[in-house]
Each structure stands twice: as C-alpha cells, then as structure tokens.
C-alpha cells in the first residue's frame, strides 16, 4: 500500500489534512482535548470573538429538529483580548488554529482582527459576515453585496494574515456574494453557516427558541450546502472551506468532490466529539483505496456528464 498526502493548502494555510471543525461547535478546542487527540485534524476554527466578553441570549436558545438544530446562542463568547491570553495558549502548539471574527460595525471588525493579526500563534481569520447590520436595520452583512464588500475590504486593509469570509446562506445569488469576496481581497472562502429558521411549540402555542427565530444546522443542510459549494466554486477562483451536516467522511468526500479544499465539521461534534478524528481518517482510506496519491487531488473532481445543467 502506498502512503496518501493528506495536506492540504486552505488560502495560504498548510492543514495536514483538510478536517477543520466548525467556529462555536468546539469551544476554543481545550474543552475537546480529552475525546480527540486534536493532532488528528487539520485543525480547528474557535468561537467567534468581539472586542469584549459577550453574553448569549437567554435559554431556551438550542432546540433539536428533524435530522438537525436550532440555535439561537448568539455569538456569547470571552473577547478577543482572554482568547489571546487565556485559551490561545492552552492549546498545543502543533495544532493549527484559525480565529473566527464577529462583530457589529465594520470598525469593530476590523479592531478585532488587527489584534489577532498581532499574535504569531495564529494561522488565519474566518471573517464571520453573517451576523447583522445594525446600520441596516438588522440584515446580515453577508446578505448586503455593498456592506459585505466593505466589511471584507476593511478587514483585509487591517490584517496580513490569510483571510476567509465565510458566507451566510439566507441570500439569493450565493455566487454573487463570493464574487465580492475575491474582488475585495479575500483568500478564501467558507461556506455555510446555520440557515435561518424557526420552530413552534404547539402545546404553548409559542415559538421554541426565546429569539423565536434561529439558525439551522446538521445533516439536514447538508443539500444545501453541497449546492452552494458546487456554485462557487465554478463562480471564483478562490478556495473554499466546506461546512454544512458533516458528520461521516463520506459527508466530508461530497463536499472535496464539489470543489472544497478544506471542510469543517460542526453540529456532529455535539453529538460524537471525537467524530472529526475519524472524517480525517475516512477521507485518508478513501484515498488510499483508489490509490490517489494527494488528498488535494480530490478537489472539484466530480464528474458531471457533459451538458448537465445545475450550475
Ligand atoms: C451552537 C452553534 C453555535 C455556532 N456559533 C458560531 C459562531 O460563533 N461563529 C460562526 O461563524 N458560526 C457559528 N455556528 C455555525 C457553524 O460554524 C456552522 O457554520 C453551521 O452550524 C453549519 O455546519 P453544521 O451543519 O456542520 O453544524 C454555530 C453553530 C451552532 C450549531
């Protein structure tokens, strides 16, 4: 048997395999330490941060749905300043870190991402556009082309560091919004966070979570997902982090073939938090089976009979 290149290059970061796990499904990544060697991954994206500690919304603010979650936690998160000095250090030095940015108004954005920018230890932003616009009344940054393509633009100014943005899906042209992307300086992009969405409580005749509205996530958006991954990645030349139900390699192998570089697994890790350990591993034997030397081969190698339509 021959020996697979797992590594992979995710917008100038070097991941010795292509598994991430997902910002706010995996704390800053010492709380998994003891259910999964973290060296097995390519390394993790920690919970988004703001300048300051922030505060989530009051429960009930997670519910379970068919094949999937509501969450409607709301970025609660210690602030940029305990992550460099607290739960930065506390992780091995051989695990590869990227920090998750959130935040309010462009300025602020770009504050936090110029104080991760000053730490060596860290390997590259997931700028997270899909928080709202306040100065919009409310819509997501990610869901505005002219807001997204400011933000990006700004914190590309503030930061040396490779940058991804990862997408919101509750737009139109999924496309359109990574386009801005790569013209503003972007090195990546990820994609997806949580679909909005609600549930109700028939028996209170109330809806489930307190912020009545939610994002969804697991295998139930894994379609989703796969779909706006495939636009993409024949709309821009820029990489793509794949994110959206991952839960087997399997899973993880659909979004590569798509065109992924790199994927990250989320909701899954509440289930089973050893369980990106072993996409990594699935991916590497999948490989190894078709004798494909380079995990990085795999990327975007979905045959599509020629005239198909679908793009
Ligand atoms: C409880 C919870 C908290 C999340 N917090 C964040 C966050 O802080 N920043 C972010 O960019 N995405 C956050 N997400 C979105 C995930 O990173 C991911 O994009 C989404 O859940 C889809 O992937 P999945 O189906 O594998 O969970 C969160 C998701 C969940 C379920």
New binding site residues.
């Given amino acids: 048997m021959s020996a697979v290149d797992t590594r992979v290059n995710l917008a100038g970061i070097e991941l010795r395999n292509p598994v991430l796990t997902?910002?706010?499904?995996f704390g800053y990544g010492t709380e998994f330490a003891a259910f999964l060697d973290l060296r097995e991954i390519g390394g993790l994206?920690a919970?988004?941060l703001t300048l300051k500690p922030r505060f989530g919304n009051p429960p009930p603010r997670?519910s379970e749905t068919a094949s999937?979650?509501l969450?409607a936690?709301s970025?609660?998160?210690v602030g940029v300043e305990s992550f460099l000095s607290e739960k930065l250090p506390a992780l091995p030095d051989e695990v590869t870190v990227l920090a998750?940015i959130?935040e309010t108004d462009i300025g602020r954005y770009a504050e936090v991402a110029r104080r991760l920018g000053e730490s060596s230890r860290i390997a590259g932003l997931?700028l997270?556009a899909?928080c709202p616009h306040v100065q919009s009344g409310g819509i997501e940054f990610g869901q505005d082309p002219g807001a997204l393509g400011e933000l990006v633009s700004r914190v590309r100014a503030a930061v040396r560091l490779p940058l991804l943005v990862?997408l919101s899906p509750n737009v139109t042209d999924i496309a359109e919004m990574a386009r801005v992307c790569e013209a503003e300086g972007a090195d990546g992009v990820?994609?997806?966070?949580?679909?909005q969405a609600m549930d109700v409580d028939v028996e209170r005749g109330r809806p489930v979570l307190s912020n009545v509205l939610g994002?969804?996530?697991?295998?139930?958006?894994?379609p989703i997902?796969l779909r706006m991954v495939w636009q993409v990645y024949h709309a821009v030349s820029l990489p793509i982090c794949g994110?959206?139900?991952?839960?087997t390699a399997e899973d993880a192998l659909k979004f590569m073939l798509c065109g992924a570089t790199a994927v990250?697994?989320?909701?899954?890790?509440?289930l089973d938090p050893s369980v990106s350990g072993r996409v990594a591993a699935g991916i590497r034997s999948y490989a190894l089976e078709r004798g494909v030397a380079r995990v990085a081969d795999l990327v975007g190698s979905l045959e599509v009979p020629s005239g198909a339509p679908g793009r």
Avoid at 22 to 25: E, I, N, R, Y
Avoid at 215 to 222: F, H, M, N, R, T
């Fill in positions: 997902a910002s706010g499904t994206v919970k988004s997670i999937g979650m969450n936690i970025l609660e998160n998750s959130f997931e997270n899909s990862k990820s994609l997806i966070n949580a679909v994002g969804l996530s697991g295998p139930a958006i894994l997902a994110i959206g139900g991952i839960a990250q697994v989320g909701t899954a890790n509440y």
